[in-house]
């Protein structure tokens, strides 16, 4: 009798600790469940929702200079890369309003940060525009892919003229939901955005089944994205890098070799960056870079024993590694600390700088290096209409850059995201992050 109670005691802990998987709720049919954190500068500015609200002018690929014409019908540049005429096709607003050049001309001239050095911009008639620059720039067909050239309005910035329409109204801190304008055979039809406090949390509900996308979360689970979803994942890379730039009193390029030499990218991106960055391998973003690089960044290198030789030989007594992203900058001081030896509050100033590329080219990178010996390079890229003559260009210039270091590159960021079993044709770059308009249920 004891034998037989012990035994039905037992079954019975088992039973109560045992616990049945929460059924995956009913999934309405067309819609994408979506998983975002909270927009930084609004969904209008966020590249993957503005997107789906907003048909951009152009497709841009920084690569080759390749130009895609989508609610622009022809962009044309004057040869010296000044006069710039756009012509649009006609289109609507979602709520009926036909955009206009006055649309567009509006939009930028409410810019408060434009980074074209703009001197007129006027309508032509109703579907042209009239782009003139300061100055040569080569570079105007990246300004008019990204979402600083859409045809926003002043307090409806959020009624578009893109494949969907936001339904009701959007909370920064819980999304909202998007319908598609023309429905396409299995492609998503509504989705629904969610932001998420704990994108940890929104990951495990996406291995269970009860969310469909999930465009970020922590370098914890980057492991887990690649077992978990070896085939349901993307990685790519965001227009955004970070680089020492060293104060012009450090006139030794050893001195400069010996600091960037002594930072263990690899270590840091995996570490203390949680795994949201790239080490670097060249001057400029993957997510910017036209075409392939010439040369090697051997700045870019981790050698400790190297960066203790020139650092001996450039006499370099300490540093003041300053500014920056706290994270990032600690990353570096460790870094330096402890392979270099060398104190990091004290010396000449040496600047940790993420820079968030407004457009995607080069151009913004080395126009703001202002160095003497890249100048021709840079003038010639930007005057240039040739996207070939303009990726040698700025080839020259990286190989300069990288020879007398006044900058290192550091790491790049990148973009990474999972998905459901039911989820499919997801595509993602660094023009739109995921592509929302593309994916099928």
Same mark, same amino acid.
Request: aromatic residues 6%.
């Given at each position: ?269 995996? @570490? ?18 036209? @075409? ?122 990148? @973009? ?26």
């Amino acid at each position: 009798m004891r034998v037989t109670t012990i035994l039905l005691a037992a079954a019975l802990v088992i039973t109560g600790c045992s616990s049945t998987p929460e059924p995956v709720p009913a999934q309405e049919p067309g819609l994408l469940t979506v998983g975002i954190g909270e927009p930084v500068l609004g969904p209008a500015r966020d590249r993957m929702i503005s997107n789906a609200l907003y048909t951009p002018l152009v497709d841009y690929d920084p690569a080759t200079g390749k130009i895609t014409p989508r609610a622009a019908e022809s962009v044309t540049g004057s040869t010296d890369q000044v006069t710039w005429t756009i012509k649009l096709r006609p289109s609507t607003y979602h709520d009926g309003t036909p955009v206009t050049a006055n649309s567009y001309v509006d939009a930028w001239t409410k810019l408060a940060d434009n980074p074209v050095p703009v001197d007129r911009i006027e309508p032509v008639d109703q579907l042209t525009i009239r782009l003139t620059t300061k100055s040569p720039a080569s570079y105007v067909p990246a300004f008019l892919a990204s979402w600083r050239a859409l045809p926003v309005r002043g307090g409806k910035e959020l009624i578009g003229n893109g494949p969907f329409r936001l339904d009701g109204q959007w909370d920064n801190g819980k999304g909202g939901r998007l319908v598609r304008i023309n429905p396409i055979g299995t492609k998503a039809q509504r989705i629904d955005l969610k932001v998420y406090r704990d994108l940890g949390a929104a990951f495990d509900e996406v291995k269970a089944g009860k969310l469909d996308l999930l465009v970020d979360f922590p370098g914890s689970r980057h492991h887990a994205m690649h077992q978990d979803f070896a085939a349901r994942h993307a990685v790519w890379p965001k227009p955004a890098a970070s680089y020492l730039e060293f104060s012009p009193e450090i006139t030794d390029p050893a001195a400069r070799y010996a600091i960037a030499l002594s930072i263990n990218r690899k270590a840091v991106t995996e @570490g203390p960056l949680d795994n949201q960055f790239d080490p670097a391998t060249r001057l400029f973003a993957p997510a910017v870079a036209p @075409g392939e690089t010439s040369g090697v960044c051997r700045a870019c290198n981790f050698d400790a024993a190297t960066a203790k030789t020139l650092r001996e030989q450039a006499g370099l007594g300490g540093v003041n590694l300053t500014d920056g992203d706290p994270a990032q900058l600690k990353a570096v001081i460790d870094q330096v600390s402890a392979n270099l030896r060398l104190p990091t509050g004290t010396g000449p100033a040496v600047v940790v700088r993420q820079l968030d590329f407004a457009l995607d080219s080069p151009y913004e990178l080395v126009k703001r290096l202002n160095t003497a010996a890249v100048k021709p390079f840079v003038d010639a890229a930007a005057a240039s209409g040739d996207p070939a003559v303009q990726a040698e260009n700025y080839r020259l210039v990286e190989n300069e850059i990288l020879r007398e270091l006044p900058v290192a590159p550091l790491w790049t960021k990148h @973009g990474h995201a999972v998905w459901a079993e039911r989820v499919r044709d997801v595509t993602a770059n660094a023009a739109h992050d995921v592509d929302l308009t593309a994916i099928t249920l």
